[in-house]
């Protein structure tokens, strides 16, 4: 008779073994395509463009995961993603004729359906056309931006997320994205860092005493990722901002105009290589719309303004800061939106993950500690071909902003 322990070991020896994954904090800087985190994302509806960047008729290409993409708009005024090269030999797409919903390649004409499927081959004698198919990803538009699947090819697009807290009645929308050069999940975690708004951003938020009303921060899982919280103990001003698994924000920022509270938002981070992320910001206006057109002439006349705030610039500033050529107080806030400079230098300062020196975390960094173990816990799940967990936002989610003065 086997005693308990040889038991144990007998039937783990006969038990198929696990593959052993090696998934770590590195991980989370390779964005490319097959990369863990390439691959984790594609498995999500992302956003691809603004809708207003691809006018009917015209394509547009973007990279994403470290590759290229074709957005197109046909005639129908439906917009697609293709797969950059033509079949054929490797003609960019982006240039193809739109013909009604199709494309037309400009090398020798071949042309494909939206479906991708080719339906045309002018200098054939004898057409194999049911052979060839340029790859085309289920597309949607959504809040104003234009979302692809990426996924595998043959796996089924999942159900499109809406948010109808977003979409509702008298809400008009505002367009607030960035290019950022740094990894995507920089910014990410920079969301759940709750303890910089007082010191790398503090020409906006002031700078609150920490010992006797700094924010009591915390961090917990949710149902559809992570919620931050800081709550100030004396004033009972409070911050509660979300990321949703696995690239998006939902938040309330500070105000910037007389008729908007809070600046509420949802954002996307998109990939677009290692070292660079774009930031898809839709800013929820919760005003009518004369209200809005009110609200949207002061934006204009702000924006004029911020003559140093392209992203080509705020990166070269960025770039003086890291030299120590352009210190804080020498900024301009008149001329570039400090906010995203500050976040900019930070978040390219830092490096990424995959060489980013040693930190030595506190209380305060709970949030970036938990963005980084839910994501991590996901893509080892991943690696060994375990079920994910379902990602859903909720209804009750509020975010808050009042955490200033
Ligand atoms: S390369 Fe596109 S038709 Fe030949
Ligand atoms: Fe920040």
């Known amino acids: 008779m086997l005693t308990k322990p040889e038991m144990n070991h007998a039937s783990a020896a006969e038990a198929p073994a696990k593959p052993e994954t090696n998934v770590s904090f590195a991980d989370l800087g390779r964005v490319g395509e097959h990369s863990l985190v390439g691959r984790y994302m594609r498995r999500f509806w992302q956003p691809v463009a603004h809708s207003h960047d691809v006018a009917v008729g015209r394509s547009k290409s973007v990279r994403y995961f470290n590759r290229e993409y074709v957005i197109y708009r046909g005639q129908s005024g439906a917009a697609y993603v293709v797969d950059p090269h033509c079949p054929h ?16 390649c400009v090398y020798h004409g071949w042309k494909f359906a939206s479906s991708g499927q080719c339906i045309e081959q002018p200098a054939e004698r004898k057409s194999f056309c049911d052979k060839v198919k340029l790859r085309s990803y289920p597309t949607r538009e959504y809040l104003g931006l234009i979302f692809a699947y990426l996924g595998e090819d043959q796996a089924p ?90 690239n998006v924000a939902y938040v309330k920022g500070p105000p910037n105009d007389q008729a908007v509270a809070f600046r509420e938002f949802i954002a996307w981070w998109m990939p677009i290589d290692d070292d660079h992320h774009i930031q898809f910001t839709v800013v929820i206006v919760r005003l009518g719309a004369e209200e809005f057109a009110g609200y949207m002439a002061r934006e204009d006349e702000r924006k004029r303004k911020l003559t140093m ?63 980084r173990k839910v994501w991590l816990r996901e893509l080892k799940k991943l690696a060994k071909g375990e079920p ?11 975010a808050r902003g009042d955490y200033l003065s």
């Not at 030999?89 to 037309?104: H, K, N, S, Y």
């Not at 009591?216 to 990722?225: C, L, M």
């Open 157 to 246: 697009a999942p159900d499109f997320p809406t948010y109808s807290r977003f979409d509702g009645e008298n809400i008009n929308l505002q367009f607030e994205s960035y290019t950022r050069p740094s990894n995507f999940f920089n910014n990410l975690e920079n969301l759940g860092d709750l303890s910089h708004l007082a010191y790398l951003h503090a020409d906006i938020t002031g700078r609150w005493d920490e010992y006797r009303d700094g924010p009591v921060i915390t961090a917990k899982e949710n149902e559809w990722g992570v919620e931050f919280r800081g709550e100030r103990p004396v004033s009972g001003n409070k911050i509660v901002q979300y990321v949703g698994m696995p």
């Open 309 to 371: 705030n392209d992203d080509a610039t705020r990166e070269m500033l960025a770039d003086k800061m890291l030299s120590g050529e352009l210190r804080f107080d020498e900024m301009d806030a008149e001329k570039v939106k400090t906010l995203w400079l500050t976040d900019d230098f930070a978040q390219k300062g830092i490096g990424n993950p995959a060489n980013r020196p040693p930190e030595i975390m506190g209380t305060a960094d709970i949030g970036v500690a938990l963005c």
């Open 388 to 398: 994910l967990k379902e990602w859903k936002f909720q209804e009750s989610y509020e």
């Open 89 to 104: 030999r490797a003609t960019p797409m982006v240039a193809a004729w739109i013909e009604g919903d199709d494309l037309r």
